[in-house]
């Protein structure tokens, strides 16, 4: 057998690494994803291969957060290595040894932001930005899209991705009146820079197979199509699955497989997801056989029944009217920021941001300077319940001379403003201070 | 006394070992369309002076299930598949007789869904009707809970005597290696059960009736008894055989090493890990079908003293053709070997013959005789050398599932390079030239093969799998599959693995102090289910170390006249 699309697998379990021993982020999370995809021998199949993640480093990490009091403070190495499995990815994709790769690590990354003080939704850092902010690095005109097709909303990434131009991000969840973290309504379209490039699909529970692929059918592709990125990236967490503890959706193997077929991303990367015996081993090895261009139609669950998990005609009809929403929204971004955004200087932008793992509370107020010729230096002012204070400054990728300036003296002074440490992150000359 | 005999592609060996040392070595052609007859005149040439009641073991390193394999002259294999869920594999060379049943078995073991019984009665009918002679039935998962094919296997047994179920081989999950796996051993089943018996009818004529052993892939052995349940474990044990050969000529040494075998055709390259060979990772491959069968990790390369020289655009090609012997041994082209005996580095039939043919050779790129020469050696060493380093890349990157072994794990980085073969003393100071690693030969490297198939000590692996919360524990290899209760752990794991595979070893013949088994493998996860409280999931593997039954003293030239 050999794929159509060769197929980087970095398939990196942590066998020896849990949050803690009951923790549905633990050792065991992906022993039966392996058990499948030994037995269905996807390590025979010719254009399949599997590499081993490289290691992040502090430095890849301080291109993406404001860490903490420091990266190393509160990054494991589970999280060096998960990030370094993306940036493996990313690399050997770009690098054309595969034309497609799947990092299958743990722990997931897409609820860490841009301030990271700890754990969140089992995130410390986002892994996803650190690898593409890594290959960056070396292709640094690349357009991206990142789609979530994890069941909670990716505010994480939401956040990094809010005012770049250059980073498509589209999440489609579970509706936040009703799921962890909340986040994630239409109407949350992007800083001044960026506006519409940030794009959320809030679905009702008991979305099934039709609606995930009605969005992505009459939104996520047409989007696509429209904005020509240079590199798909799913973000693909596995809590739609009909069986996952946490979440109220109705999405199976087979759906998955579908979406990924049609989606069809260079890199995937895995997110959430904690059925761990009922739908990662299925989930995985649907989403692998889509990637490589192989026929799925044999992979589903033991358990499953289509007519049981079918949607109802209500959800349907909320999807539906959903997608049109987004694909509006999409359609007028251009008009709607104008409208948002006429004769202002600078959009501020308060927030208060939870970390239920770390049980952390973070009140924070983001400033976005409006510059007519790049998106915008913005700074972060944040504090914490346990006294911890900080300022970050950052200029973009993207930045004008003139904004590189003002980062800078905004970093100066920052200095006065009495926080306990003040962050730069130049990522225009990829130079990161802090104090 | 050890008697072994290895038989290889064009010549069989044979020897006699007492507690490791040397007593005769007997050397002959084989004649491919009788191999029987070959093995028994080369017996009879090693006996013929020697105390037959001495012979306290048989060691054989036979080619005839590899043979049959090659050439297509195997049974016809009924196979029955439960695939359930899942990749459609092709099943295109599993021959003509080939039924799938319905239901499947998940990952847990837990029958998802049972086959329809009905469907056996036509499956019998066909088999009887298309005249098949073996039946392979491999289930989805059947390592995990071996009970479909055990049922299949039930409803056959009237007709059938050679069935092979695919949990009995191996309990590594792979299900289209499982399928091929089964399916040949099925397969050759009947012409390994033929050749037994005529070996056991010769031996008891010629009243020797010492336990026979047979060499496997992965350096070790197996009785006889097994070996007539599971012929294609002693598949391609060639390499094997030359592995265990080399090990035995040099000293033991717990370091990174790479082995050469360096033939006329090609070179056979081993990677030592701390003196342990690599294996590979899931088993090996024979006639384009991968299989569940260990193996010693050796990789074969077009480039041996006999390969065919040539000019191609005014540069120099080795190989990887063989274009019969060199020049220096009454051949017809230019060989490493000529280069080698030019340079006076080794010691030809025909010297002058090779003088001539390299220097027409070297006016023909316009260079200088001697320098020529110089350049075909090290070229040769050069292109050895790359090859390993591309090895060593490959087997350094090799996937690690944990943050131990992914930021702690050691990379081979070989110290020193053994080497045997015709030209091995010759090419010694290229390969170092080549390496900067120490480089060294043995004398009598002849008796390689035939000395490792007679110190091959038997071996056996286990894959142990408990689950506490669905009270199960399962040794696939030895068809173990046991209840335990809820507070079975990790420890009882291991020990329970080690002894299975003490038992299985001493079944085999292996005294105390040879078992020598060891855990290769061991985790236990913590299973969260609900309020319920933990629960574990354990795997582990347990093997009998491959070695030397008895460390090689050499201390005997061999010789027909050298006999007690
Ligand atoms: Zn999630
Ligand atoms: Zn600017």
Redesign the pocket.
């Known amino acids: 057998m050999k794929a159509n699309n060769s197929l980087g697998l970095i398939f990196f379990p942590a066998f020896d690494w849990a949050i803690s021993p009951a923790h549905p982020e633990r050792e065991e999370r992906l022993l039966y994803t392996q058990d499948q995809l030994f037995e269905e021998g996807v390590e025979d199949i010719e254009g399949i291969n599997f590499f081993n993640p490289s290691v992040a480093r502090p430095a890849d990490v301080q291109r993406v957060h404001f860490a903490y009091p420091d990266v190393d403070s509160i990054v494991s190495e589970s999280h060096y290595i998960a990030a370094g499995g993306v940036m493996r990815a990313l690399d050997a994709v770009m690098s054309k040894e595969t034309d497609k790769a799947f990092a299958m690590v743990r722990p997931p990354g897409h609820h860490a932001q841009r301030v990271t003080y700890g754990d969140r939704g089992f995130c410390i850092i986002n892994i996803e930005a650190v690898g593409l902010e890594y290959i960056r690095q070396k292709h640094p005109d690349l357009r991206v899209a990142i789609i979530d097709t994890d069941c909670h909303h990716g505010d994480g990434t939401q956040d990094i991705y809010w005012n770049d131009p250059d980073t498509l991000f589209i999440s489609f969840h579970q509706d936040g009146r009703t799921l962890y973290p909340g986040t994630g309504d239409m109407s949350e379209l992007g800083g001044p820079g960026a506006y519409g490039y940030n794009l959320n699909i809030p679905l009702p529970p008991n979305t099934g197979d039709e609606g995930f692929l009605h969005v992505l059918d009459n939104v996520v592709l047409p989007v696509l199509d429209d904005y020509k990125p240079d590199l798909i990236i799913n973000s693909a967490g596995q809590d739609n699955h009909y069986t996952d503890p946490l979440t109220n959706m109705n999405f199976s193997a087979q759906g998955y497989a579908l979406l990924n077929e049609k989606l069809n991303p260079d890199v995937a990367v895995l997110e959430g997801g904690y059925s761990i015996e009922g739908a990662l081993p299925y989930v995985n090895l649907g989403i692998v056989l889509a990637m490589a261009g192989l026929d799925y139609s044999a992979v589903r669950e033991p358990d499953y029944h289509e007519a049981k998990w079918r949607q109802s005609q209500r959800v349907t009809r909320q999807v539906e009217e959903i997608s049109r929403q987004v694909l509006k929204n999409w359609e007028n971004r251009k008009k709607l920021a104008e409208e948002e955004f006429r004769g202002l200087r600078k959009v501020t932008l308060p927030r208060q941001v939870y970390y239920d793992t770390a049980g952390i509370m973070e009140t924070q107020r983001q400033e976005f300077?409006i510059?007519?010729?790049?998106?915008?230096?913005n700074v972060i002012h944040s504090v914490n319940d346990r006294g911890a204070s900080l300022i970050g400054v950052q200029i973009p990728r993207q930045?004008?001379?003139?904004?590189?300036r003002?980062g800078y003296r905004l970093f100066e002074e920052a200095a006065k403003a009495g926080v306990k440490r003040r962050f730069l992150q130049d990522r225009s000359n990829d130079q990161y201070f802090a104090s | 006394m050890i008697l072994a005999i290895d038989m290889g592609g064009t010549h069989i060996d044979s020897v006699l070992v007492r507690q490791g040392e040397l007593v005769k070595f007997v050397k002959h052609e084989v004649q491919r369309n009788d191999l029987f007859g070959s093995i028994w005149h080369c017996l009879q040439d090693l006996l013929q002076d020697q105390d037959k009641n001495e012979i306290s073991r048989i060691h054989l390193s036979t080619t005839v299930c590899t043979n049959a394999i090659v050439e297509g002259k195997v049974s016809k294999v009924g196979v029955i598949l439960q695939s359930g869920p899942g990749i459609n594999w092709d099943f295109g060379n599993l021959g003509d007789n080939l039924h799938f049943l319905s239901g499947s078995t998940d990952h847990r073991g837990v029958v998802a869904e049972d086959f329809d019984p009905d469907d056996l009665e036509a499956i019998k009918k066909s088999f009887q009707q298309n005249a098949v002679e073996s039946l392979a039935i491999i289930s989805k998962f059947s390592p995990r809970n071996p009970e479909t094919e055990k049922e299949i296997m039930s409803f056959f047994a009237d007709a059938y005597s050679e069935i092979t179920l695919g949990h009995s081989l191996s309990g590594k999950l792979n299900y289209p290696r499982r399928m091929q796996t089964a399916y040949l051993n099925a397969a050759v089943a009947n012409t390994f059960r033929t050749f037994a018996r005529n070996m056991l009818t010769a031996l008891k004529q010629e009243n020797i009736t010492a336990p026979i052993y047979i060499l496997k892939a992965d350096g070790g052995t197996v009785d006889l008894g097994s070996a007539l349940k599971r012929p294609v474990e002693t598949i391609l044990s060639g390499p094997a055989a030359s592995y265990t050969g080399i090990s035995a000529l040099f000293p033991a040494e717990n370091e990174d090493a790479v082995l050469l075998d360096i033939g006329g055709t090609t070179t056979d390259i081993f990677i030592l890990a701390d003196g342990i060979p690599l294996f590979e990772p899931v088993g090996i491959e024979i006639d384009h079908r991968k299989t569940l069968v260990r193996a010693v990790y050796s990789v074969s390369i077009g480039l041996g003293g006999d390969s065919y020289i040539r000019a191609d655009e005014g540069e120099i090609r080795i190989g990887p053709e063989r274009r019969g012997p060199a020049v220096a041994y009454g051949g017809e082209v230019l060989t490493p070997t000529d280069a080698l005996v030019y340079l006076g580095l080794m010691s030809g039939k025909y010297p002058q013959k090779a003088e001539m043919a390299i220097a027409s050779f070297a006016s023909e790129l316009n260079m200088d005789t001697e320098a020529c020469a110089a350049q075909i050696v090290t070229q040769f060493s050069e292109s050895i050398l790359r090859k390993i380093d591309d090895i060593l890349e490959r087997v350094n990157k090799n996937p690690v599932y944990t943050i131990k072994e992914l930021l702690h794990g050691q990379q081979i980085t070989p110290r020193s390079i053994k080497v045997i073969g015709g030209p091995a003393q010759a090419l010694a100071g290229a390969l170092y030239e080549a390496s900067g690693l120490e480089v060294t030969f043995p004398k009598n490297y002849e008796i390689a093969n035939a000395v490792g198939a007679a110190l091959a000590k038997p071996t056996t692996e286990i894959s142990l799998y408990a689950n506490t919360e669905r009270r199960i524990l399962s040794i696939p290899e030895l068809d173990i599959y046991e209840s335990i209760d809820r507070s079975f752990n990790q420890a009882e794991a291991e020990n329970i693995a080690l002894r299975a595979v003490e038992r299985a070893g001493a079944a085999m013949g292996l005294s105390a102090d040879q078992l020598d088994s060891e855990i290769t493998e061991s985790s236990s996860f913590n299973m969260v289910r609900g309020f319920m409280g933990r629960e574990r999931n354990i795997r582990v593997r347990a093997q009998i170390r491959p070695g030397l039954l008895y460390d090689f003293q050499p201390t005997r030239e061999r010789g027909k006249d050298e006999s007690e």
Not at chain 1, 371 to 377: A, H, L
């Open positions: 300077t510059c007519g010729d790049c998106p915008g230096v930045a004008c001379p003139s904004c590189q003002e």
